[in-house]
């Protein structure tokens, strides 16, 4: 089975600029959570989505805006980009919500210039 | 408000030295542990989780890691490691949903 996959797999923006991140579960997963990883740190969490739903948020600007797709894929979008949003953003999904395990996609490197 | 330390930013071991990387938490209710290893450049794959029962956790690449309540730690260990190992590891618990408390990684170097 296809792991979970992410594209594009690198991108590049200006300042001011809007981005859309998309991912694709893991077949069956239904869980679909969003992290930031800026370079030299751990991953922070950005957004949980859970059968279309979002069940989680954690401190990010409201220029972060994710959403889940029937089919479970999701997209996460920034808004408005700013020179710190430039970081690895990962995906990962899980079966159900709670107490799952996690499995995380190869990422999407931003570069906001 | 759950958080993750990893008290070690950089570690240094020779090939088929044995390895323990430190991980304490602080979360009010019984928590749910992984470790996470990321080579450059890569996603996330995850070692061995802890949910409940036995408190020695046995992971892939022969990793292991041992919750202990009291000490608020999830120690992650390796026997004998190997140059495939050099890598950042990541230790984190789950709070509410699949919200995941990572902390900040410790690098491991590998000498020949």
């Known amino acids: 089975d296809a792991g979970v996959t992410q594209s594009p797999t690198h991108l590049i923006k200006t300042r001011g600029q809007h981005v859309t991140l998309r991912c694709s579960p893991i077949s069956g997963h239904k869980s679909v959570s969003w992290y930031q990883q800026v370079l030299g740190q751990g991953p922070q969490f950005i957004f949980q989505?859970?059968?279309?739903?979002?069940?989680g948020r954690g401190n990010f600007p409201d220029r972060f805006s994710a959403r889940q797709f029937p089919n479970y894929s999701s997209e996460l979008n920034v808004n408005a980009l700013l020179l710190g949003d430039s970081a690895l953003y990962l995906c990962?999904?899980?079966?159900?919500?709670?107490?799952?395990?996690?499995?995380f996609g190869p990422g999407t490197r931003l570069l906001v210039l | 408000a759950q958080s993750v330390t990893q008290p070690d930013i950089h570690i240094t071991v020779s090939e088929g030295a044995s390895l323990e990387l430190r991980c304490n938490y602080s979360y009010g209710a019984t928590p749910y542990l992984f470790w996470y290893v990321q080579s450059p450049g890569q996603g996330l794959q995850l070692l061995l989780k802890y949910f409940s029962g036995d408190t020695l956790v046995q992971g892939i690449k022969g990793f292991e890691a041992e919750f202990k309540r009291s000490q608020s730690s999830f120690n992650l260990r390796k026997p004998s490691v190997h140059w495939s190992d050099a890598a950042e590891y990541f230790c984190a618990v789950e709070a509410a949903g699949n919200k995941l408390t990572f902390g900040g990684g410790t690098r491991v170097l590998v000498k020949p």
């Open positions: 989505y859970y059968e279309k739903e979002e069940r």
């Open positions: 990962a999904s899980s079966l159900v919500e709670g107490a799952e395990t996690q499995y």
